[in-house]
Nanobody
Framework: QVQLVESGGGLVQAGGSLRLSCVASGRMLSINEMGWYRQAPGLQRELVATITNRGTLNYSHSVKGRATISRDNAKNTVHLQMNSLQTKDTAVYYC?????????????????WGKGTKVTVSS
């Protein structure tokens, strides 16, 4: 019902910057929290940053001070600006959203994931 499409990944040199975007579409009543997670090869998926529909922010310790998450509620879009990129930031970055949808006459909360966008930071 809800689709998330990420964009903005690619190859960047260490010390550079990148801006990721994610657009949510589909039949949803509202989107509560949106965020970014990442998964490096051989590791578990981990939180990068989240933002609620009221603007409450949460960053992982590993990106705090280097990342800025922002959101356009009217466009169902979330962005992640990352600066001072390091090789350890190399990963597939996934967009996640908590969406309220109508299902069988009831409002339900759905967890939605995008397919991911790859970020490679070279030394």
């Amino acid at each position: 019902q809800v689709q998330l499409v990420e964009s903005g990944g690619g190859l960047v040199q260490a010390g550079g910057s990148l801006r990721l975007s994610c657009v949510a579409s589909g039949r949803m009543l509202s989107i509560n929290e949106m965020g970014w997670y990442r998964q490096a090869p051989g590791l578990q998926r981990e939180l990068v940053a989240t933002i609620t529909n009221r603007g409450t922010l949460n960053y992982s310790h590993s990106v705090k001070g280097r990342a800025t998450i922002s959101r356009d509620n009217a466009k169902n879009t979330v962005h992640l600006q990352m600066n001072s990129l390091q090789t350890k930031d190399t990963a597939v970055y996934y967009c996640r959203a908590e969406a309220s949808v109508m299902s069988w006459g009831r409002v339900r909360e759905n967890e939605c994931w995008g397919k991911g966008t790859k970020v490679t930071v070279s030394s």
